[in-house]
């Protein structure tokens, strides 16, 4: 598996640091606590976890599951919800996590859903945003790392479902890439 890795563009280092940085400004915005967290699946597992455990306020879960990449792709197919247990969120504050914000179709598609089920109020976290206009100009309130236009996968992120568990943000060798396409 490490042989397929191009080159690390996060050290877990570096994203052990900035969670802890992103985890302080989240605690300090909701000095009142009691939110909901919802990550979105499976991406932003990892993320999460690593996420709520640095934020010492009362705080419920909800998940989502959103599917966007399906198989071995490298562009996103368009998100589709495939699976909420998200509880009661009205009249909540919701903050939803999220991996990485690429062509912005996912926020667009789940904010919209959380404010109908009654949320009071909707703050998107990503980990990483893409160096392209979609991101840009999809509105999120905290951002980890800005990257290049490039697909990455480790630390919750796949392509064809594996390398979720690299626990840095790497690219991949073409040679994995075309070898994975098969593993489907
Ligand atoms: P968006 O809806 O196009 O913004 O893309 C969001 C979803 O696509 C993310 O939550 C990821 O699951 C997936 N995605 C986008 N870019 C990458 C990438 O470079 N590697 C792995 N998954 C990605
Ligand atoms: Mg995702």
Known sequence: MHGDIERVLISQFQIMARVKEMATQITRDFPEGDITIVPVLTGAMIFAGDLI??????????????????????????????????????????????????????????????????????????????????????????VGFEIPDEFVVGYGLDYNNYYRNLPDIVTLTSDAIERMKDAS
């Open 53 to 142: 455990r640095q934020i010492p306020i009362p705080m419920r879960i909800g998940l989502l599951t959103v599917s966007s990449y399906p198989g071995a792709s490298l562009r996103t197919q368009g998100s589709t919800l495939i699976g909420q247990q998200l509880g009661d969120i009205r009249g909540r504050h919701v903050l939803l996590v999220d991996d990485i914000l690429d062509s912005g179709g996912t926020v667009r598609l789940i904010v919209p859903v959380l404010r109908e089920l009654g949320a009071a109020d909707v703050k998107v976290c990503m980990l990483l945003r893409k160096d392209r206009p979609a991101a840009k100009d999809t509105h999120v309130d905290y």
